[in-house]
């Protein structure tokens, strides 16, 4: 997506009724949110400006190479077995971790349900989270991506 | 109707499932390990789910992993092929408990017929003809010397939990008796998970003959005649044919009948196949019942016109049968051989890249095969690549049809068993039909050889 397209879609969504907007592509992932106030047409901030934008819009800067697979010393996490993924253990508890967080070795990461049977799901390594290219809720193959860590040692 | 079905299987009856399931409208999901991400089975199917690394018991054979996927796919129904969890009544039970229609009887049946002890006694009480034998479990070697004196030797020591021709051993006079007892025992064990064994007569020279039967949850059980299928290596059947030449109509009427006394006296529903063995004296012995589709439908399909496999489908959607038995008759003949990635004469599997593929084709010719040009055979599963079927008008036009259907199919890459096949064909005593399940035994000695000077 090009600043261009960026800008549009901000602009589409300012003028909407939706409160919260989230949209993920490969190497990608936009997260809007409204607060109280008179709408008004949001700026697109350079990628180079992302981490010194205002709340509300958050907007993470998109990777150096988004269509490469996970490389540079990434290390993938992926599905051992074929469910459904889920960020926390139940819908009101907050996620194991976010991107950008950090996970211990052995730390529960995640939940992968198969047959109304919660499967925790630990990272092997310390780590940060670098991506999630998965959504909260849906079904994972067996061998499926779903963190790309970097890992601290 | 079902909306969507997943197939808890792979290779060619994988993507037959699926066939039945495109004519019936019916949306298809193939799980798969991780060695069939690019399986023919996969690309056909609607949806695709991998469940597990190449391990069978970690993928095919994981019950969870494929109730699952059924799960994130919204399936309603499973179609569990032949072997891998087909005969399984535990998974047919939690399919039951997940709210999932697992295709086929009920598991209730599944496990009645399933333990071989226990089958034996529900066919002596229906009044069903059995192989002479024990009456169910014989627990050490003393009790099996007193029943080897009524029924005589040779005798076979048969695991109650096997099945397929494995977990049997046979012992050929009262010396031998205990020594094999003990390594029946210690066989069934480690392959089945339980020692308990049973005691059967060995015949001698008898024919496998199967009866195909199927029924539906509104009281009706018919058949659809028999498959001759003595043409077995180490009980592993290679070649099938439709009708056996060692049945005239009255012979067919009395083993049809007693096919489906056996099927109806446990409630049976869906397709199931009843195995005799018969004799050359045209008595006949229910050995067991498997409750599932088998390998060799294919051979009752042609010349019956019947679809099993949609047939199946209809039946567990609530459906009654497509057709009654007045209905049913054998046109012609019809032959199947099994094509296996295996050294035609070693044995030994031939996994690898298919590098080329031609495939027979031509009047009265199916192929059932998930293999093509380029196609990888994984090491990690069963060595059946593909099913030519010949139908002819008679015997020896089938045969004729088959002989030059395997000429022109062309597999190159791995080695096949084809030119073991048309050896058989070739042989004199299969071509009169004089076959019985010693056949390959015979056919694979090496040759006599002869005196000189």
Request: net charge negative; hydrophobic share 40%; proline share 7%.
């Amino acid at each position: 997506m090009d600043t261009k397209e960026l800008r549009e879609l901000i602009e589409l969504i300012s003028r909407s009724s939706f409160s919260t907007f989230e949209l993920e592509r490969e190497g990608f992932r936009l997260r809007l949110v409204k607060t109280d106030g008179p709408p008004h047409p949001a700026e697109a901030p350079r990628p180079a400006d992302a981490a010194a934008v205002a709340p509300p819009l958050a907007i993470p800067p998109p990777p150096a190479e988004p269509e490469t697979a996970a490389t540079d010393g990434l290390v993938e996490l992926r599905a051992p077995i074929v469910g459904t993924f889920y960020r926390s253990a139940g819908p009101d508890a907050p996620p194991f971790t976010e991107v950008g967080g950090r996970v211990r070795q052995g730390q529960v990461i995640c939940i992968v349900e198969a047959m109304k049977v919660m499967n925790e799901i630990e990272s092997e390594i310390e780590a940060e989270v670098v991506e999630i290219p998965v959504a909260n809720g849906q079904p994972v193959e067996y061998g499926e991506v779903l963190f790309r860590l970097r890992p601290l040692v | 109707m079902f909306r969507k079905i997943l197939i808890a299987n792979r290779g060619e009856i994988a993507l037959r499932i699926i066939w039945a399931c495109r004519e019936l409208g019916i949306k298809t999901v193939a799980v798969h390990s991780a060695a069939d991400a690019d399986s023919l089975h996969v690309k056909f199917a609607d949806e695709e789910v991998c469940i597990g690394p190449a391990a069978n018991r970690e993928s095919y054979l994981n019950v969870s992993a494929v109730i699952s996927a059924a799960e994130i796919t919204d399936a309603e129904a499973i179609h569990p092929g032949y072997g891998y969890l087909a005969e399984s009544a535990h998974f047919a039970e939690v399919c039951r408990e997940c709210g999932l229609t697992f295709i086929g009887p009920p598991p209730e049946v599944i496990r009645r017929m399933g333990d071989k002890a226990e089958a034996r006694r529900t066919m002596i009480a229906a009044g069903v003809p059995t192989v002479p034998g024990s009456d169910g479990i014989v627990p050490d070697v003393e009790s099996a010397a007193t029943i080897a004196r009524e029924l005589g030797y040779p005798l076979l020591i048969k695991a109650a939990a096997g099945g397929g021709g494995r977990g049997m051993r046979i012992a050929g006079a009262a010396e031998e008796l205990e020594r094999q007892f003990e390594a029946a025992r210690a066989e069934a064990g480690a392959a089945f998970g339980s020692p308990e064994v049973y005691l059967e007569r060995l015949l001698l020279e008898p024919r496998h003959v199967e009866i195909q039967v199927v029924g539906d949850s509104h009281g009706n059980l018919v058949h659809l005649a028999e498959r001759e299928c003595s043409i077995q290596r180490r009980h592993q059947k290679l070649l099938e044919e439709c009708p056996s030449t060692a049945l005239d109509a009255e012979l067919r009427a009395r083993m049809t009948q007693a096919a489906l006394t056996a099927a109806g006296t446990v409630g049976y529903v869906n397709a199931g196949t009843v195995e005799f063995l018969l004799d050359a004296r045209g008595e006949f012995f229910f050995i067991e019942m498997n409750t599932r589709i088998q390998v060799e439908h294919p051979v009752t399909e042609v010349v019956t016109g019947i679809d099993l496999i949609k047939e199946q489908v209809r039946i567990a959607a609530g459906e009654p049968l497509s057709f009654t038995q007045e209905e049913v008759s054998i046109t012609g003949h019809a032959i199947e051989c099994r094509i296996n990635a295996e050294d035609a004469e070693t044995f030994r599997p031939s996994p690898g890249k298919i590098t080329t593929f031609h495939p027979p084709g031509g009047p009265g010719i199916r192929l059932d095969t998930a293999c093509h040009a380029e196609a990888v055979v994984p090491p990690y599963y069963d060595s059946m690549i593909a099913k030519v079927i010949a139908r002819g008008n008679t015997r020896g036009e089938a045969i004729l049809r088959m002989r030059r259907a395997l000429d022109s199919f062309v597999i190159e890459g791995i080695r096949t068993n084809i030119a073991l096949q048309q050896r058989i064909l070739s042989e004199e005593d299969f071509v009169r039909g004089r076959i019985s399940t010693g056949f390959m035994e015979r056919f694979l000695l090496p040759p006599a050889r002869s005196t000189t000077g």
